[in-house]
């Protein structure tokens, strides 16, 4: 049996507002018409894609071949800590009362 999935429907309370060239409404409003949606539909899509992988960017780490591996081995076996580290740790627990 097929599942119907609601998308779960906020408020649209918050408003964006942008100048653009005429050329960039004109691409905007003919990339809406392919899409089959309205300006704003298709504005607010784009804009909320570009900040979603904007975001995982940042966020996500790719590591390939050696530096993986050596990313792992470091979080798996790390150094020692050296003198300045334990300094640090000393300070911290001061500081919070430890």
Known sequence: MARIQR???SRKEQRLEARVTPEQKRLIERAATLRGTTITEFVVR????????????????????????????????????????????????????L
């Open 7 to 9: 998308q779960q429907h």
């Open 46 to 97: 784009s804009a909320q894609e570009a900040a979603t992988n904007t975001i995982k960017d940042f966020e996500v780490l790719n590591l390939r071949d050696e530096a993986r591996d050596v990313f792992v081995n470091a979080v798996l076996n790390p150094p020692a800590p050296n003198a300045a580290a334990r300094a640090a740790a000393e300070r911290y627990k001061k500081q919070i009362g």
